[in-house]
């Protein structure tokens, strides 16, 4: 299995700003997701990251507003930029190993915009 | 385009009751299906699997079958505790190919009385 860890584990922000949310696997992993799950709802995916390039986005996500980044196989950071109260959400790190047909969740970043 | 619906919640139950919370998918082939737990205030977690027709998963007194003629993926339990209250996601993913991302159904609560 893989241990995910986030940080911070919550956040309360104003309007404008910017947010960076890191997730650190304890082993190597093949592929690293972002999810976001706002009050209420299931899980949507933002985004895979992608070591060493360039995130691949789902539909309703741009770069712009949510840049990802994959430095190396454990480790990745999402940015939630230029924030508004629509933006308030849980924002979960996920992992899938080679070896494991399953993905392993952070425990998620809670996020609060005023 | 592939999806899972589950049942609406909440559900609510009293201790030692028998659950069930249906879950069907639509998608091309025959994908990995898997139920995922969220308890109050954590992160997701892995409740159990099936990587084929047929297959059954189980896990802490939690079982379901991978039923590719009906689509379904259904949850049971037949003995319910107190602290099985959580919100229950159907998942499904794909082994190969594709980005490994997972598809959520909207997540059903399920609330335990003593």
């Known amino acids: 299995s893989a241990v995910i860890s986030q940080k911070p584990s919550r956040d309360i922000c104003q309007r404008g700003t910017s947010l960076t949310i890191q997730c650190q696997v304890d082993?190597?992993?093949?592929?690293m997701f972002w999810y976001r799950q706002q009050p209420g709802q299931s899980l949507t995916l933002i985004a895979t990251?992608?070591?060493?390039?360039?995130?691949?986005?789902e539909s309703g996500f741009v770069i712009d507003k949510f840049p990802i980044s994959r430095p190396n196989l454990t480790f990745s950071t999402l940015t939630v930029s230029n924030m508004s109260p629509e933006d308030s959400s849980i924002y979960l790190c996920?992992?899938?190993?080679?070896?494991?047909?399953?993905?392993?969740f952070g425990p998620g970043t809670r996020l609060t915009v005023l | 385009g592939d999806s899972v619906t589950q049942m609406e919640g909440p559900v609510t139950l009293s201790e030692e009751a028998c659950l069930t919370i249906?879950?069907?998918?639509?998608?091309?082939?025959?994908?990995?299906l898997f139920w995922y737990v969220q308890y109050p205030g954590e992160g997701l977690q892995l409740l159990l699997k099936?990587?084929?027709?047929?297959d059954k998963g189980s896990n802490k007194g939690f079982e379901a079958t991978y039923r590719k003629e009906t689509t379904s993926f259904h949850l049971e339990k037949g003995s319910v505790q107190v602290s099985d209250s959580a919100v229950y996601f159907c998942?499904?993913?794909?082994?190969?190919?594709?980005?490994?991302?997972?598809?959520f159904g909207q997540g059903t609560t399920l609330q335990v009385k003593p």
């Open positions: 249906n879950c069907t998918y639509t998608a091309t082939g025959y994908p990995s």
């Open positions: 998942a499904l993913s794909w082994r190969s190919g594709n980005t490994g991302k997972l598809i």
């Open positions: 996920s992992a899938r190993t080679a070896s494991y047909n399953e993905q392993f």
């Open positions: 082993s190597q992993v093949t592929m």
């Open positions: 990251a992608n070591q060493g390039s360039e995130a691949t986005y």
């Open positions: 099936a990587t084929k027709a047929d």
